[in-house]
């Protein structure tokens, strides 16, 4: 029996089209307002921690990484 040459021996696999990867990820004004503010929350907890501030800066460091950040990727 002859041995299948390379090209007949590959399956077509179908190419995905561009816009269909592309829609997964749409920023809306929305979730740019929430990382935003995600991104001034860690900024502001960043500068409270070097000014000392043991109690605010570790809430609005969590509320950016945590809360905020996560939120404005999935909504």
Do not use: K
């Not at 590959?10 to 816009?19: D, E, M, Q």
């Not at 001034?40 to 043991?54: E, K, Q």
């Amino acid at each position: 029996m002859p041995r299948p040459t390379p090209a007949q021996s590959r399956t077509a696999v179908p190419a995905t089209s561009t816009a269909e990867s592309e829609s997964s990820l749409r920023f809306t004004p929305l979730n740019l307002s929430v990382l935003a503010g995600g991104l001034a929350a860690i900024l502001a907890g960043f500068l409270m921690l070097g000014g000392g501030s043991t109690v605010a800066a570790p809430l609005l460091l969590m509320l950016g990484f945590a809360v905020l950040v996560p939120l404005g990727i999935i909504l």
